[in-house]
């Protein structure tokens, strides 16, 4: 399929992104905010600021990916102090991400990738060097970075086999536009393998960048004071974080039916507009929960507990006795389990890993993690980790800092890579 015909279909698909905008923005706000961005339109006024600085722009969609530049960006900030970083978005829980406190980063939304919006925001922020993380491979984007002259990398690149059947619907657009980038710097074996079905450009292997993601140095305090908040003493604690739609249903089902004594069960669904549908569902089924944005501090332990908050998930992760890790059960691919895992929380996944499937494997080669294939099979993991009374041992965590030491050269190897333009 030949560029024109991709820039006629992104046109005409326009309005129903708009619908699917305003759709979303009935459900949370913040979708209804900056909309200018999303269709680059920039004040004018402020189109003199970006005049002769030096910008180096990260394209990171969502959560994952903007956690996972946190370390770098620190890295870069204390390194290259006379340049700005611009961190594109495409939702705003990514956008709401926490960075480091620096007048040198800047965030914005990605705009629509029609052949105006993508010239448009190129001239206006004029970035140095422009740097993809995992799967962003708009084409009139990178078109428009080849025309002014702006390497564009992609980073910490996957391609997992269903990936790879979508491409290979416009395979000579995706062919030619791999073509175009400056670098393709991959995660895995298997996404160079797939990738390599696209192109003949060179292909490197660096990790995975959402795994260099650490605690936040003060996490200790802040379990603390969750716990006190929460009323948890000796309760097992059972978390199960980044639920995607279907999987609130089915955890809820299992542990209400085993009845468990002195259990608390905490769910943090992955997107803040699902928070009141997964609330619903325990109104549905008549179970007392209490709501965490709506509680700062709990009269008495709550057997459910609606994870509804925002920057509280390292804390869950410290109360947990068992993670369960969302977008597994059900055919998502899997969330990052990393956080779990460098908490050194016994960690529980389901069958559908394809996102994250190298790590996981690994864990659960070094005994930190633990696979499930179906929703029942989580009554023996509780049942042992009840019977042992198991959080984390000097095995599991020696485990885990050694799978998580691993990491730390992704970061690095992007370094190299911005090294070598500055």
């Not at 709506?294 to 459910?304: A, D, L, R, V």
Request: glycine share 4%.
């Amino acid at each position: 399929m030949p560029l024109f015909i991709y820039k006629f279909i992104i046109y005409l698909l326009l309005p129903l992104a708009i619908l699917k905008l305003i759709y979303r923005g009935l459900k949370n706000p913040d979708y209804l905010l900056h909309w200018g961005e999303r269709f680059a339109i920039f004040p004018k006024n402020k189109e003199h600021e970006w005049e002769g600085k030096t910008t180096v722009w990260f394209h990171c969609v969502s959560v994952g990916e903007t956690k996972a530049i946190n370390t770098l960006i620190s890295n870069l900030i204390k390194k290259y102090p006379k340049i700005n970083f611009l961190i594109s978005h495409g939702t705003p829980t990514g956008r709401n991400v926490d960075l480091p406190k620096s007048s040198k980063i800047h965030r914005c939304y990605l705009p629509y990738d029609t052949g105006y919006a993508a010239k448009r925001f190129i001239e206006f922020y004029k970035p140095r060097l422009g740097l993809l993380i995992e799967k962003e491979l708009w084409p009139n984007l990178i078109n428009q970075c080849n025309i002014h002259d702006v390497p564009i990398t992609l980073i910490s690149g996957r391609m997992s086999d269903e990936s790879l059947k979508k491409y290979f619907l416009c395979k000579s657009v995706y062919a030619k536009l791999l073509g175009q980038l400056d670098g393709i710097h991959v995660q895995y074996k298997d996404d160079k393998k797939n990738f390599r079905k696209l192109t003949k450009a060179p292909i490197n292997i660096m990790g995975n960048l959402k795994l260099d993601v650490r605690p936040p140095k003060n996490i200790i305090n802040r379990i603390k004071i969750l716990k006190s908040q929460l009323k948890i003493k000796n309760q097992f604690v059972i978390l199960a974080s980044s639920t995607r739609k279907g999987e609130e249903e089915e955890i809820i089902n299992l542990i209400s039916n085993l009845n468990l004594k002195k259990c608390v069960l905490i769910i943090v669904p992955r997107h803040p507009e699902r928070f009141n549908i997964v609330a619903k569902i325990f109104e549905k089924r008549k179970i007392s929960y209490l709501r965490r944005s709506t509680h700062k501090s709990f009269t008495k332990t709550p057997e459910y507990i609606l994870g509804d908050s925002m920057g509280e998930l390292y804390e869950y992760y410290g109360l947990a006795n068992l993670a369960i890790i969302g977008g597994s059960i059900l055919d998502y691919g899997c969330q990052n389990p990393i956080e779990s895992l460098s908490m050194q929380v016994p960690t529980a996944v389901g069958p559908s890993i394809y996102n994250f499937k190298d790590i996981i494997e690994a864990a659960e080669i070094e005994g930190t993690l633990t696979r499930f294939s179906k929703i029942k099979d989580l009554e023996k993991i509780i049942d042992k980790l009840l019977k042992y009374k198991i959080k984390k041992n000097s095995t599991s965590e020696k485990n885990s800092k050694k799978l998580l030491s691993q990491t730390k050269k992704t970061t690095q190897a992007v370094e190299n890579i911005i090294s070598q333009y500055f």
